[in-house]
């Protein structure tokens, strides 16, 4: 299994960004993707996740209305489509999977596969 996730780059407070995450061997109907962030001296936190397989949205309470997740089926691919920017949600941003169902933002202990991430930086 692979996910690799793209898009992140540099913002101004209150930009945009858009993070891929193409996988590749995932029985992807049944998977749970999330996306987690890490900042610098920080643990990493789940920020959403789309559940399998009634495609729920989870989201962490700072993100919300800001940040929205979408699955497509046929191209196996996640977005993580990020607005409003503001310098708190810089860090590295990896993409996560794990079969099953989720209520709730997954803990990092329960991904099964994780991607190698995508900086993102926020600049005021």
């Known amino acids: 299994v692979q996910l690799v996730e793209s898009g992140g780059g540099s913002a101004r407070t209150g930009g945009s960004l858009k993070l891929s995450c193409v996988t590749s061997?995932?029985?992807?109907?049944?998977?749970?993707i999330a996306w987690f962030r890490q900042a610098p001296g920080k643990e990493r936190e789940g920020v959403s996740c789309?559940?399998?397989?009634?495609?729920?949205?989870y989201y962490l309470h700072s993100v919300k209305g800001r940040f929205f997740i979408s699955k497509d089926y046929g191209e196996e691919t996640s977005w993580l489509q990020m607005n409003s920017l503001k310098p708190e949600d810089a860090g590295v941003y990896y993409c996560?999977?794990?079969?099953?169902?989720?209520?709730?933002?997954?803990?990092?202990?329960?991904?099964?596969?994780w991607g190698k991430g995508t900086l993102v930086t926020v600049s005021s």
């Open positions: 061997g995932l029985a992807f109907r049944d998977a749970t």
């Open positions: 789309v559940s399998a397989p009634d495609l729920s949205e």
């Open positions: 996560a999977a794990m079969y099953g169902s989720r209520r709730g933002l997954p803990q990092s202990s329960e991904v099964q596969f």
